[in-house]
């Protein structure tokens, strides 16, 4: 390069609005429940920014959103929602329900398709119908309804093993036998405390904390829950569907 | 001559429509004159460098030092910057000094703002952190972003502490030990060994002493810091600012190393 190439014009030094904040984010759908679970680190670069900020929140009895990606961006995309579902429940007296939750989603995020937010999200919940139910989005609010879904900086660690190990790909059924389409609720907390401790291993920006929602399907059979050490209930309502929280402490380095 | 209310106290522009002749012509409400040359903050000019930040027992400290550099000159070295908001919030920033004095500005009219109001409420450090991440987020989604990072700490008079980072992206998170700039390489580490896990027990003494020691390393590895400095804590009685001081520091060994002293071959 010549030097009047660079004379040319004034070299412009843009502003970058956005950062990655690491982490890994998790949901897991079966019959009449889901898991969501994320790791509480946040990060940026190799800096721990902090230990403790949680990515996963609860919007309803019913419905869990993880936010993975840009925290600003993350957290102001968070607040906008719940703000959101007040203002239905002012007008409705009643809950959103989780499908219409996760098409408010993609019209928020479609909605700044010119300045994305930078996050994955990842709704999880119980349907109208009471099936256990994972929505996942990319930044722009293409979303669909699946059984597992993990998002994030370790996403390329977590979800072959839980393709594996949910959606059994790569493993032929016994002769005579056929995969279940549904695990029990005990088998996915097992596959979501193993991700994450597997990812922490593995991936610099994981660890520090694990939080799991679990959300019950109404009337559903408690499952043993009460026996998990730690857990909490978070339900607001007795009536329909319950909202428990299990926190784990994961590796510090 | 144009005598549109929405052209009062603007430049003429005699190329557009010099006579406002009828029918009135279209004003869109966002005519920017100077659209062309509005400048937005593009990098930091003068910055202040590190802050530091620790619970302890009886409330929050916070240290910072008094230098303002002009790139790599250590342009202005009495400068504050830890500020005391409201009656229970210290501010500490650092980055861009121009934009955190337009940031004092704005804190302090929210506080006379709210004083005004005299509903018995107060704006605690909680208060102050949301409504400056807001602002930061909002100023970074418009490209146009105040280029600081600021730690706020606080402590409300039933003694709950409360401490917080906030950047020019609108990035927040909170800790029992925070750090900004070359801080959170060199003085997080120090703080997180000497404070988690003990936050209900250091006493202020031991608080003093934690930051003291991670503003003397800093001074002896950041060349843009400065061995003049102010602590200040929030305890659940008010808010102190520390006058200006300094520490001992030793170069007495930088003789002996070959391409520190002076040397003769």
Redesign the interface.
């Known amino acids: 390069m010549s030097d009047t190439v660079t004379l040319a014009g004034p070299q412009q030094?843009q502003?970058n609005?956005?950062?990655d904040?690491g982490g890994t984010i998790l949901a897991v759908a079966g019959a009449n429940f889901s898991v969501i679970a994320g790791d509480t680190r946040?990060s940026?670069g190799y800096?721990i920014?902090?230990?403790?900020?949680p990515k996963v929140f609860r919007l309803t009895d019913k419905a869990v959103l993880a936010v993975n990606g840009?925290?600003?961006d993350g957290?102001?995309f968070v607040k906008k929602v719940k703000q959101r579902l007040e203002w239905y429940r002012h007008a409705h007296s009643k809950d959103m329900p989780l499908r219409s939750i996760a098409r408010l989603i993609q019209s928020m995020l479609y909605g700044r398709r010119f300045?994305p937010y930078y996050v994955y999200n990842i709704l999880g919940g119980i349907e109208e119908d009471g099936s256990g139910a994972v929505y996942s989005f990319d930044p722009v609010g293409s979303y669909e309804r699946e059984t597992c879904r993990a998002a994030g900086a370790a996403q390329s660690l977590v979800q072959p093993f839980l393709d594996n190990q949910i959606y059994f790909k790569n493993q032929v059924a016994a002769p005579g036998t056929s995969h279940p389409s549904h695990l029990p609720l005990s088998d996915v907390l097992a596959l979501v405390i193993d991700s994450f401790t597997s990812a922490t291993e593995r991936h610099i920006e994981v660890g520090d904390g694990l939080e799991i929602f679990i959300v019950l399907a109404r009337g559903a059979p408690i499952h043993g829950l009460e026996a998990i050490q730690g857990i909490q209930e978070m339900t607001s309502n007795a009536e329909g569907e319950r909202v428990f929280i299990v926190r784990r402490v994961l590796k510090y380095d | 001559m144009d005598h549109h209310p929405m052209n009062w106290g603007r430049p003429r522009n005699d190329m557009a429509d010099p006579y406002g002749t009828y029918p009135i012509p279209q004003r869109p409400m966002n005519t920017q004159t100077f659209e062309d040359s509005v400048q937005h903050t593009q990098q930091p000019i003068v910055t202040g460098a590190s802050v530091l930040a620790i619970k302890y027992a009886n409330g929050v400290m916070l240290a910072a030092d008094n230098l303002a550099s002009y790139g790599s000159l250590a342009r202005f070295k009495d400068v504050k910057r830890v500020i005391q908001v409201g009656s229970s919030t210290i501010v500490g920033a650092s980055g861009d000094m121009s934009d955190f004095q337009y940031l004092q500005r704005e804190l302090d009219e929210l506080v006379i703002d709210e004083i005004t109001h005299s509903d018995g409420h107060n704006l605690g450090a909680k208060e102050i952190h949301e409504y400056l991440s807001n602002l930061l987020y909002a100023r970074r989604s418009k490209i146009n972003p105040l280029w600081n990072s600021l730690l706020v700490g606080g402590c409300s008079p039933e003694g709950k502490r409360f401490l917080a980072y906030v950047d020019l992206l609108g990035t927040t998170y909170s800790a029992s030990t925070l750090a900004t700039g070359y801080g959170a390489y060199i003085a997080q580490p120090l703080l997180r060994k000497a404070v988690e896990g003990r936050e209900d027990t250091l006493t202020e003494a031991e608080a003093v002493k934690i930051l003291e020691d991670s503003l003397k390393v800093l001074y002896y590895r950041d060349a843009r810091s400065l061995n003049k400095y102010q602590i200040a804590k929030v305890t659940a009685q008010g808010v102190e600012i520390s006058d200006s001081k300094s520490q001992d520091t030793t170069w007495g060994f930088a003789e002996g190393i070959r391409g520190y002293g002076a040397q003769t071959q």
Do not use: H, I, L
């Open positions: 030094r502003f609005p956005y950062s904040n946040q940026e800096n920014q902090t230990r403790y900020a840009f925290a600003a957290n102001m300045f």
